[in-house]
């Protein structure tokens, strides 16, 4: 009979030829680790210690086709060698931002903490996922500890939380948990049943409020912006006339999201008298700390959120103002029902038995909308184990110290001026080049201003020498933010930051 598969012996022959391969790791673990040593060496040269290197630049700017070009990013069919390899890391390294260097004062990320550093490395090592136990038992109880640590610093001796994918995704399971509270029935019937809800929040709240409120399905027209003073802190009085306005249209108002540190100007909200309000009006009272939280490490400033214990629930992001690296962001709830795993539960049995040989409250994974969740709390808690509470107060108390220092240096110069007095470590100020001193009443003064932040920035990224932020805010033209916190600047740093906005701008 013939043969009806006329190539199964070839391909017997060819898995015979093959079958040792077959019995070995598609990994070389000699080779791998080499590559993974000259990694690291390329890390600690060029991130490490130039990216931290005041005479290094802190960008290296290309234009995007240029980049392209440079960094070949095409991803083919065959792999290329290790030399090859290590310059690609390398050109990563060169051409990436050096956020760690004591002159990047662009974002509330900056420079770098040796032993959280340590920590991410080591739960990249590790990859595991933090739902269960089983696969999570270190980071289990880790997490639960580092969370007891935060809670006790906001004033809480009991509560829950966890740890979330950034600030952001916080504030929105602070709304959906405060949601789920009023109307359990959401979880199973949807939004179908529900009366129109409203959130309160200020208009220098953080951006991903209205997000949250669009894909939860509340509605950005139903976010109600309350009026803030000059400081930009939300104003208690205008909270409780616009509740009252809300329930008499009909609505349910049922969150307040208040802001510990806002990003633009660094405002704290009254969270005392805004606590009065929600008691009055039995609303839910989130307060997102995510960039302020960290004040309460410092006996000499957390006075700033004066009556966070009063909150149900607060966002902080430790990889902020503490250095603990991106991410590390904590939703901390003063609830002792178990609302977090009630609200967001879908008891997979595949993962969740409850007929586990261990405690299965261990089991945190159905606290959680995702499923796959980083271990983020080991870089906070080795960082914690190796400062203590005093170095991180020390930390936080550095920063003020600099931002006053900033602060006086730049009265005593012609050109910078300040939008108002810091309450925190955002230093938002104008710089007024000669040629538009002395013409504040002119008709086209603030379109011309509005022109110098935008020009300086551009210039010292293409030289390299800082990186600062600039924005508008309401109906003041483009200003400078610069934020001070990085245990690695020091004061000459904020000396060259002023000689060098005026170097970059005298001449427009």
Not at 63 to 89: C, F, I, N, S
Not at 117 to 142: D, H, I, K, Q, W
Not at 331 to 349: G, I, W
């Amino acid at each position: 009979m013939a043969n009806m598969f006329p190539f199964s012996s070839d391909r017997q022959t060819k898995e015979a030829a093959n079958l040792h391969e077959l019995n070995e790791p598609l990994t070389d673990h000699s080779e791998g680790q080499l590559f993974l040593n000259e990694t690291f060496k390329i890390i600690m040269e060029e991130v490490l210690r130039k990216g931290t290197d005041v005479k290094e630049k802190v960008c290296e700017w290309k234009e995007p086709e240029e980049l392209t070009l440079l960094l070949d990013l095409e991803l083919r069919a065959t792999g290329e060698p290790q030399h090859k390899l290590l310059q690609r890391v390398k050109d990563v390294a060169k051409y990436s931002i050096k956020t760690s260097h004591p002159r990047f004062f662009n974002q509330q990320f900056a420079g770098v903490d040796y032993h959280s550093l340590a920590g991410r490395f080591l739960t990249e090592s590790l990859n595991t996922n933090l739902f269960t136990y089983e696969v999570a038992p270190v980071f289990v109880l880790m997490e639960t500890e580092v969370l007891r640590g935060l809670r006790q610093l906001v004033g809480w001796t009991e509560g829950d939380g966890i740890f979330c994918p950034g600030g952001s995704t916080s504030n929105m399971y602070a709304m959906n948990l405060a949601r789920y509270r009023l109307f359990p029935d959401v979880k199973s019937q949807g939004l179908w049943g529900l009366p129109r809800l409203t959130i309160f929040t200020s208009p220098e709240s953080h951006y991903s409020v209205k997000k949250g409120a669009a894909y939860l399905g509340i509605g950005t027209d139903n976010v109600i912006l309350v009026k803030v003073d000059d400081g930009g802190r939300m104003r208690p009085d205008d909270l409780d006339e616009k509740i009252k306005l809300a329930k008499s249209q009909g609505s349910v108002p049922f969150l307040v999201s208040c802001t510990s540190g806002t990003t633009v100007q660094g405002a704290f909200d009254p969270l005392d008298r805004i606590a009065d309000v929600c008691e009055k009006h039995e609303l839910w009272m989130h307060v997102d700390a995510a960039w302020g939280g960290s004040v309460l490490f410092s006996k000499q400033h957390r006075h700033l959120m004066k009556g966070v214990d009063r909150a149900n629930s607060v966002a902080w992001n430790p990889h902020k103002m503490l250095v603990a690296g991106l991410q590390c962001s904590a939703l901390l709830l003063k609830d002792t029902t178990n609302l977090l795993k009630q609200c967001h539960s879908a008891n997979a049995t595949y993962l969740f038995q409850q007929d586990k040989f261990y405690d299965v409250n261990l089991d945190v994974g159905d606290k959680s909308v995702q499923c796959s969740r980083k271990v983020d709390c080991l870089k906070l808690w080795l960082m914690w184990k190796a400062v203590g509470s005093d170095g991180l107060e020390e930390r936080v108390d550095k920063a003020f110290i600099h931002v006053r220092y900033l602060v006086e240096q730049m009265k005593k110069r012609e050109g910078f001026h300040l939008l108002g007095e810091p309450e925190f470590v955002n230093v938002c100020f104008w710089y007024i080049p000669p040629s538009l001193r002395g013409k504040e009443g002119t008709a086209d003064y603030q379109d011309r201003l509005a022109k110098v932040a935008p020009v300086i920035k551009e210039r010292m990224m293409k030289q390299g020498t800082m990186m600062v932020g600039y924005q508008p805010l309401g109906n003041r033209v483009n200003f400078f933010r610069v934020i001070v916190f990085s245990p690695l600047v020091s004061q000459r740093d904020l000396d060259f930051f002023l000689n060098e906005i005026e170097r970059l701008g005298n001449d427009l």
